[in-house]
Structures are given as structure tokens and as C-alpha cells.
């Protein structure tokens, strides 16, 4: 991965060189040092196949380091505000998720075929989604997959 794909996980850092005075002595600028400095030195260190939570793993620890007692607080706030990397489900694919060639390539055959056939066959997208989180044990996604394809999904499978 590379530090600027990693700043769509940030809440509070966006690629700026100082922080933000809003956020000068804050959990908010704790969070913005933390995101900032993954996106900076730990962005070859995240995990490809599960991009988000090795993100958050790495500013939690950074949080832990710096402020151990006020971690779990600060931590807290973060998971409250946490960018919604599940909203719009609808407009995301694979490729939003995973980073993996090798996990993309067990799920889709090339990214130009997965596109041409995703625009002919909507529901492509639903069910390399559901593999995907389902190979990642990632519940959230699978929860709203599954809620926002439902219609369509019980529809095929009543074919």
C-alpha cells in the first residue's frame, strides 16, 4: 500500500504537515499524530487483505504508546467517529476492501473481466463482497451486504 491510499482511513489526517490548530491539545490531535504517522512510516507494514483494521491496529498502538492512560478514552472517541468505510455499499467492489493481489486473484478472475461483468451482472458484486468477508471474518461487512443486496439476493434465490 501505499501512504496516500492509507488517508482514506483517517479521520483526522488528511496529508497536512502540521496539525491542525482545532485539534492542538486534543484526543482529536492525539488521533491526527497517530493517523498521520501510520500513514507515513507503517503504510508498507499494513496488512493488504484486511487494509482497514490493520490501520486501526497500528493507531491504537501508537495511542498506547504515547498516552497509556488515556488510551482507552482516547480509542473510544476514535471508534465513535470512525470513517464509515461501509457506507455506499452499492458503489463499492473488492477493490475497495482488499489490496491483496494473490486474495483478489482467488476471488475475481482480472479486474477488467470483474468490471465488464459486474455492469451485465449486478450481483457479482454482492457475492465476491460476501466471499470476501466471509474469507476475512469481517461481520460488519457481511452484515451490510447482506442488508443492502437483500431484495435481490432472496429474489435470485428464489429462482
Known sequence: MTNNAMIKYCRYYKGEAICPPQYDGTNAGKLWQAEKFVCE???NLINTIVPYYGFIE??????????PYKCDAIMKEYFDHRPDIYSDIRSKTIFDFCNDEQMIADLVVSKEDYFRDVKTY????????????????DDELLREVLLEYKTELEAENNE
Open 122 to 137: 449486478p450481483l457479482l458484486n454482492a457475492h465476491v463482497l460476501i466471499e470476501y468477508a466471509e474469507l476475512t471474518n
Open 41 to 43: 512510516e507503517f503504510f
Open 58 to 67: 497500528y493507531v491504537s498502538a501508537y495511542i498506547e504508546k504515547w498516552s
